[in-house]
């Protein structure tokens, strides 16, 4: 089992950046899929997650209406598109799968 994101970056406030998150080794529509966030001297943060079958979604409230959570099951891979990024939402961003506790090694978006 292996998640990998990628799509990381420095970006101004404002910007926007969509981070894959390639999936390998399991049924990847048997699952659903989070996004979650580490930030320095911050707790973890589950900031969108998306179900299987009908891909009902979930975002915490500091990322509403500014992130789109989406998954790709022809491609095994799901997507972060962050839009209108702030200061606030600098950290690393790993991609997870819930059951099992299965998580990717991070991405680090940086706004400035």
């Known amino acids: 089992v292996q998640l990998v994101e990628s799509g990381g970056g420095s970006v101004q406030a404002g910007g926007s950046l969509r981070l894959p998150c390639a999936t390998s080794?399991?049924?990847?529509?048997?699952?659903?899929m989070t996004w979650v966030r580490q930030a320095p001297g911050k707790e973890r943060e589950g900031v969108a997650r998306?179900?299987?079958?009908?891909?009902?979604?979930y975002y915490a409230d500091s990322v509403k209406g500014r992130f789109t959570i989406s998954r790709d099951y022809a491609q095994n891979a799901m997507y972060l598109q962050m839009n209108n990024l702030k200061p606030e939402d600098t950290a690393v961003y790993y991609c997870?799968?819930?059951?099992?506790?299965?998580w990717g090694q991070g991405t680090q978006v940086t706004v400035s």
């Open positions: 997870v799968r819930e059951s099992g506790g299965i």
């Open positions: 998306i179900a299987t079958g009908s891909g009902n979604t």
């Open positions: 080794g399991f049924t990847f529509g048997s699952y659903a």
